[in-house]
């Protein structure tokens, strides 16, 4: 068991797997388990919940606590909804500001 699992992480790691790519594995795999009625609406909402907890975990000090949480929690809805595209750009409170040159 042990080298099946050596062998799966060498492979993740030769296909270059990163958080991100997992991410949207993650978000895909939950629309498609949602879709065929493998998880209910109380899962999916569960796992954003997990989602937005880990990642309010890095909330800049400088954005307010609430908005933030809602701001991800909105962008959380859209993803699993299929209404936000994936990869898309963050609002400047969740991303970094970029100056105007």
Known sequence: MDNERRKLRETVDLLGFRA?????????LAVELKAVGVLDAAAVGRIKDAICGDLMLSRPSCVERAEY???LRRRLDGLFDGG??????PPPQLGHTQDAA
Not at 21 to 28: C, E, I, N, P, R
Request: aromatic content about 0%.
């Open 20 to 28: 991100q790519a997992t991410a949207v594995g993650l978000v895909q």
């Open 84 to 89: 936000e595209r994936m990869g898309a750009v």
């Open 69 to 71: 949480e809602r701001t």
